[in-house]
């Protein structure tokens, strides 16, 4: 009963109410803008509101984190440059649902799905946080390894039919990913004696030059083509039956996303991943292929990185973890506010843990009322005149990047990155897997090393594998997602046997 | 159309020569800023650590407060990356005029006997004022046979390279402390390292480590709920906030020459900075750390507030820094002699 | 000369590959052979790289015989060149004045960022911006200027007033 009057506050407290609007509303729009990550704009929060009372900090908080993940979205879609990394899987299909004229219909369903995600992650956080952050807590590094090989193979499928280049790339971007000081070792790795290089490549930064500035250059190519704008079709709301069609998927993936949000190694960015390649999996009749516009690619990764935010709540609110860099935040802000994030928390203030409850539920109400709201705002960017859109976007990466470290030398490897892609673009080099490395190479880099040193010798490690029933799991589900994929091996035996 | 394009294409060289008259008289504007009315503009925090580590929090919260004291915005940022390595360089390569504060712990003082970067606070800084210490503990997982630190160490003894100490890298308190026991003790571990206090703690709740060395302050809160226990506190005497845990001497007197010993947080200026400007940032956050809600926060989080500074502040890092840098030496972590880098001896 | 540009993207593969593999050997604190240390996997990587190389040439060399033989297509090659085709539905011909043209806006891009060092921001990105549009074509000398003008107004308020970031 208490607990359900503590869930109600942020509804029935206009301040609150305002305050998680505001931050859903605020993060909707920096969360659109390449570059502006979520975690800067909540640590900008954090340092504006020392003086303020904690719930209210917390709300806007939460409201600009809901808000902020699900407006990556919209870059993706509109202008295939993802808004953080949370939304690279995103642009996969939503891009060219755009260039197909469907941007309305990609828009919209991405918001009513990022909605049911982020309730479900709120729905989990609130009945099964402690049960959920047991099973995290137990995840070990073979598991982060096989979860991180997962999200590998979806090469696969990124490379368009590619697949010796997509493999070639992926494995770059792993290099990529791996340059700089190793954590493990304390060895120099890829950084050709730069102290710079030390401490890697930002993520963003690649992002940015990979998706962004690539794109640019590329689009200049086709300067004077007929603009999407010209055949944009004037989908109304799609019908309530249509919609539902996506309910059961979008469930999944959810769940999904729920629980690798709640992992401490893993985030948004790779539950999104993780989401769209179930769904490359499991839907048999999408509208359209997987990578041309299908409509379960936009509606599975939005789904899942919001459902990952409550997922991300539950080891930061029973034990005290971060599930993310977010997270990491709301530690140190409730630290600041004079409260002790541990597996105590819960006990000593229960009530933050309703409210924060209730905030959640609420921004996600306001991120569909905003997220419908805007998209005839949004589509007004492929209206745009590419001459003018284009030198914005520039300028967009170049801020974007510097912003990330306050340092140029991170302009220039945006350029670098840039142009890299450029030349992959034309020499009809797949990028994604390139992105898809440098997410997942620091992943799989530390979890193999680590299970390799904990275990005793070869014939242990490979062992280990089978011991315990969440690594067991996980490892038959690879093995049937690879045997799933086995058309790669057939194309390069047979691509062999002719050469 | 091929005049438009002609003249479409003068612009453009005009713009590209322009641009390159600027790059080539590009003028150090950087008027030599006068000490008196120091601070004139908003002051950088560079922080070493992530968001959310006890360096971060600390850091975020003195700011807060030292703003109205010292009379200008701290404007606080993380720069991570080579154990806080790239913060303290690029702190380092700004000008020594006190507008950029590089927010550290204690890593630094082992960059050059780690081999991890030129730069080094004895060296290359001069301390603003060390804000407070905090200690570390060896720390089990409750349902962990150990009881005790003498069990952990007969167990080590017996099976030398088998158990799993979690460090947090090269130079972390783990690493060092581990060097600390191989010393005296003459025990080894199997090292696994993970990213910080935080992965830590969860590889010790989830039993992927048997044992690490976490500061007193990231375990505490688990302690309190009963998921960790806590062998021994790396001090010479026993904490207020964890009374019932032993101090490492009372086990093996041995310790007592490198005690007291720990994590430490501090603030650092470039070493050439004008000392009428280190003074009254000193004294400005001097002030700061006598603000009774900051010192709270800092008990809470397990630390001991000290608030050094100028002469006090450095021999504090000196002896920390000599501590540390022997005892990895003498167990072998590192073929560099801190003698040659000019770090002297402990005291015994 | 045909064979040589017939395989420069599976070399370029091989070099890049071999030019990580390099930086491996030399890696500090990590042994080669050790799986848990540093250069293991990253070497592992690099050796697929390599051969994911050598299979695109084999694949080109294919495609380039079938191309010059005029075979007829039996079933399996059509199958064959579905999967390649789907790589680029539009297959990418570029001119070279295209390629002088993104060049050259990259140059200005590139010119754009070594300015922010020595202009003041607002001033380094309004100019980019109108030159940009310039260059570009087929904007209004009227939208050019308020687009350029509002867009550094919208920036300066989000990055600089709001963001705290201060350029160079």
Known sequence: ?499 | MNKYFTKRRFLIYCTAIFFFILAACSSNDSSGASEDNFPEKDINGIIQWGEGGATDIISRTLASVAEDEIGASLVMQNRTGATGAIATQYVYDQAADGYTLLFGAENPNLYQILDISERDYMNDFVPVTIIGQSYAGIVVNADSDFETLEDLVAYAEENPSNLLMGTSGEGGLPHVASAMLRNELNIEFNPIPYDGDGPLAVALLGNEIDVTVLAVSAAQEYIDSGDFKMLAVLNNDSLDSIPDVQPITEIYPQFETYLPWGPFQGIFAHKDTPEEIVQKLSDGFDAAQNNEAFTERLTDLGVDPLNLHGEDAIEFVQANQSTSAWMLYEAGETDISPEELGIPPVEK | MQTLKAMAPGLTMIIVGLVFLSQTFVMERASLFDPAGGSFLPALITIVMIITGVIVIIQDQVKKKAKTSMMETTAEENLENEAQHADGAEDIQMTWKQYAFIFIYFVLTILYVLSISILPFSVATCLFLIISMIYLRGVSWKTNILVSIGSVIVFYLVFTRLFHIIFP
Not at chain 1, 219 to 239: C, D, E, I, M
Not at chain 1, 338 to 365: C, H, I, K, T, Y
Request: hydrophobic share 55%; glycine share 14%; charged share 10%.
């Open chain 1, 1 to 499: 009963m208490e607990a359900i009057q503590q869930f109600l506050i942020p509804f029935l407290d206009l301040n609150l109410l305002f305050l998680v609007a505001a931050g859903t509303f605020g993060g909707i729009i920096l969360g659109a803008i390449p570059g502006l990550s979520v975690t800067l704009c909540i640590a900008l929060i954090l340092s504006l509101t020392y003086s303020w009372e904690l719930l209210d900090a917390l709300a806007l908080m939460l409201g600009v984190y809901f808000g902020g993940v699900f407006g990556g979205s919209r870059a993706s879609i509109l202008i295939n440059m993802p808004g953080g990394p949370s939304n690279v899987a995103t642009s996969f299909d939503g891009y060219p649902l755009a260039q197909k004229g469907e941007a309305r219909m990609a828009l919209t369903l991405s918001t009513i799905y990022s909605f049911v995600g982020g309730i479900i992650g709120v729905i989990v956080l609130a009945t099964l946080a402690p049960l959920v952050a047991s099973v995290a807590i137990n995840f070990g590094q073979r598991d982060y390894l096989l979860l991180a090989l997962l999200g590998l193979l979806l090469v696969g499928s990124l490379s368009k039919g590619a697949t010796a280049k997509g493999i070639f790339a992926a494995g770059a971007g792993i290099l990529v990913g791996l340059v700089g000081m190793d954590t493990i070792g304390g060895g120099a790795r890829f950084t050709f004696g730069s102290l710079e290089l030390m401490s890697g490549v930002n993520f963003i930064v690649a992002l940015l030059g990979l998706f962004g500035m690539s794109e640019i250059l590329f689009q200049l190519r086709t300067l004077n083509q007929k603009g999407v704008a010209s055949f944009l079709k004037k989908t109304v709301f799609p019908p309530l039956r249509f919609i539902l069609k996506f309910l059961p998927i979008s469930l999944r993936v959810s769940i999904i996303g729920v629980f690798v949000g709640a992992l401490p190694g893993a985030g948004g960015e790779i539950a999104a991943l993780l989401g769209y390649d179930h769904a490359k999996q499991t839907v048999k009749k999408p509208n359209r292929k997987f990578g041309e516009g299908a409509y379960e690619g936009v509606i599975a990764p939005e789904a899942a990185n919001s459902a990952a935010i409550g997922g991300a709540l539950i080891p930061l609110l029973t034990l005290g973890i971060p599930g993310d860099a977010v997270t990491a935040i709301f530690i140190g802000a409730l630290f600041i506010h004079g409260l002790q994030p541990g597996p105590l928390l819960m006990e000593q203030s229960g009530d933050l843990f309703w409210v924060m409850v209730g905030s959640s539920v609420l921004a996600n109400v306001f991120l569909l009322i905003f997220g419908l709201l805007v998209v005839s705002i949004f589509i007004k960017i492929v209206t745009v005149p590419k001459q003018v859109l284009l030198p914005i976007i520039a300028v967009i990466t170049v801020i974007g990047s510097y912003s990330i470290n306050n340092s140029i030398t991170d302009v220039y490897w945006m350029l670098g990155f840039g142009i890299i892609g450029f030349i992959m673009k034309i020499n009809k080099f797949p990028v994604a897997p390139l992105v898809l490395g440098i997410i997942l190479g620091p992943l799989i880099d530390t979890s193999f090393r680590r299970a390799y040193m904990g275990s005793d010798g070869f014939g242990d490690f490979l062992f280990g594998f089978v011991n315990t029933p969440i690594t067991l799991i996980l490892t038959i589900v690879f093995i049937f997602t690879m045997l799933g994929q086995t058309n790669i091996f057939t194309t390069i035996k047979g691509k062999l046997k002719k050469g």
